[in-house]
């Protein structure tokens, strides 16, 4: 079974604040095999990193991203809410004292090696006019090869649509639409080659049924991501299979064992050392099942 990829959600929000070029610094240093940013637009269309819809969540301004020029941006101090790895109380705000910038698309593509490939995470709409401003950076950066473009918003499947050299993630409503088919419906719609498709590893879902007299709810944890669904979308073609939401060992291991492609992690500083440590045992990731225990078992003797 060969070993998921790690890639570092939107930097490596628990390990540093995230979107900076401190945390990509850090999930390069951790061994991220790739990162994921999120995108917005300044008030004067430059693309610049970060997630929420709103300043106040992350940062010690207010208002959405839009609203400010990139120059009023980088006054504000993208650290500003960040209380670090480790949970304390009261809790500690180690970057108030050391302000970090919300940086722009073009400085953290710099920042990145070119053998390390980059989501991209369109967060703002319009679509149209984010799109023609990040495909004016990816084009200057030549940075097409190496960038796949995701969004929640299937908007952004036609607007990229323009550009030849766009690399997109299958919309998530299409996703969406093959997992549950496979999952629930017993049917297979497998998508093209080359295909790159992420869902959430595991995801609260509610069940609802109609009555002529109301309704009734169900409410699971769904496993999307199972055997059925895998073996869907590798059915006809080569395709690029990620789980979201991945970061504890037993998350990796079933990750690892569906034979996904990669899995999306907040810490790669914990998730590259349950990985390394999976990597020195003789069976790593066997399903516990009495068998299975008396095989290791063996094997460690």
């Not at 088919?181 to 093209?192: F, I, K, Q, S, Y």
């Not at 699971?220 to 991945?246: E, Q």
Request: glycine share 6%; with cysteine.
């Amino acid at each position: 079974m060969p070993f998921p990829k790690l890639i570092a959600h939107r930097g490596g929000t628990a390990d540093r604040p995230e979107n900076t070029i401190l945390a990509i610094d850090t999930a390069l240093a951790n061994g991220a095999d790739m990162i994921w940013l999120s995108v917005q637009l300044s008030a004067d269309d430059v693309p610049v990193l970060y997630r929420p819809a709103d300043l106040s969540s992350l940062t010690d301004g207010k208002g959405p991203v839009a609203g400010m020029t990139l120059e009023q941006l980088q006054q504000l101090n993208a650290g500003w809410t960040f209380t670090g790895p480790a949970k304390v109380e009261p809790p500690l705000h180690p970057y108030r004292e050391r302000p970090l910038r919300i940086p722009t698309l073009r400085e953290a593509l710099q920042r990145i090696p070119a053998s390390v490939p980059v989501v991209l995470d369109m967060k703002a709409m319009p679509a149209a006019l984010q799109t023609v401003a990040v495909a004016k950076v990816l084009d200057k950066e030549g940075a097409w090869g190496r960038v796949l473009i995701y969004s929640t918003e299937a908007d952004y499947q036609r607007t990229f649509a323009a550009y030849p050299k766009a690399r997109l993630f299958e919309s998530r409503d299409a996703t969406r639409q093959r997992l549950a088919d496979a999952t629930l419906g017993g049917r297979c719609d497998a998508p093209g080659n080359g295909t790159w498709a992420g869902f959430e590893l595991h995801r609260k879902v509610t069940v609802t049924e109609t009555f002529t007299l109301g309704k009734g709810e169900t409410v699971t944890r769904a496993a999307f991501w199972n055997p059925r669904s895998v073996a869907c979308y590798r059915s006809r073609s080569a395709v690029n299979l990620v789980a979201f939401g991945v970061n504890d060992k037993a998350d990796y291991c079933e990750a690892m064992r569906l034979g996904v492609d990669a899995v999306m992690v907040d810490s790669p500083a914990r998730m590259r050392a349950i990985r390394a440590r999976l990597k020195t045992l003789p069976a790593p990731c066997v399903p516990k099942t009495p068998n299975a225990d008396n095989a290791v078992s063996a094997a460690n003797k």
